[in-house]
């Protein structure tokens, strides 16, 4: 059974940092995607950040130059390292792993979130 775990949220200061981890187990499938995103209080979910494992990156615009996604190698944690936090960085974290099984079927799975709140 494939389980994603995030860890590392809570409270921050405006300025400071954290970072999140996404354990991953039971992967059962060839990991094509890594992602990080978030959803905010009466917002729809966004993609932090996102590595392929061809090598493409994507960054939410909000975030380019503040976050950067590390352990994408498939058997480390997941991590989202975030720097120079704001406010509108408040929202709940998803650790996001996809692929495709032997069978050519698409595997998408979702960790449960992490609560990251940046205070003022």
């Known amino acids: 059974q494939v389980q994603l775990v995030e860890s590392g949220g809570g409270l921050a200061q405006v300025g400071g940092s954290l970072r999140l981890s996404c354990a991953r187990s039971?992967?059962?499938?060839?990991?094509?995607?890594m992602s990080w995103y978030r959803q905010a209080p009466g917002k729809q979910r966004e993609v932090v950040e996102s590595?392929?494992?061809?090598?493409?990156?994507n960054y939410g615009d909000s975030v380019k130059g503040r976050f950067t996604i590390s352990g994408d190698k498939g058997i480390d944690p997941l991590y989202l390292q975030m720097n120079s936090l704001r406010p509108e960085d408040t929202a709940v974290y998803y650790c996001h792993v996809e692929g495709r099984k032997l069978d050519g079927s698409r595997a998408v799975h979702w960790g449960q979130g992490t609560q990251v709140t940046v205070s003022s």
């Open positions: 590595y392929s494992t061809h090598g493409d990156r």
């Open positions: 039971g992967i059962d499938f060839a990991i094509s995607a």
